[in-house]
């Protein structure tokens, strides 16, 4: 039987480059829409952080994570910024255009 980590792990592998989307967009397509933490702790767990593409998973804001896990703060950004993600001036993604539609 597969684990919640598991169902997360494998959503969050269909995320297209140049996409992201929200804890809760991925805790919904994992089975269970009250996950978003969970996801969270997945994703600072990822057993495989150049497969599994952690970096494209932000807040409902659009924001990123305050101390990525997988090579400090700016890290997130400079990954997704390499995949043409564009981002407000507020530092969120510009979610109108990188939103991933979960198909």
């Given at each position: ?20 989307a ?6 919904q397509?994992?089975?269970?829409p ?22 494209r ?7 990123l994570?305050?101390?990525?896990a ?23 993604v ?8 979960g198909?």
């Amino acid at each position: 039987m597969e684990t919640a980590f598991e169902r997360i792990y494998a959503v969050v592998r269909r995320i297209p480059r140049g996409k992201v989307a929200t804890y809760g967009m991925i805790a919904q397509l994992a089975g269970n829409p009250r996950w978003a933490r969970a996801v969270g702790y997945a994703l600072h767990a990822n057993p495989e952080p150049g497969v599994i593409p952690c970096h494209r998973v932000v807040n409902r804001f659009g924001g990123l994570a305050p101390a990525f896990a997988f090579g400090g703060a700016d890290r997130q950004r400079e990954l997704l910024e390499a995949e043409g993600v564009t981002f407000h001036a507020d530092g969120n993604v510009i979610l109108s255009e990188h939103l991933w539609n979960g198909l």
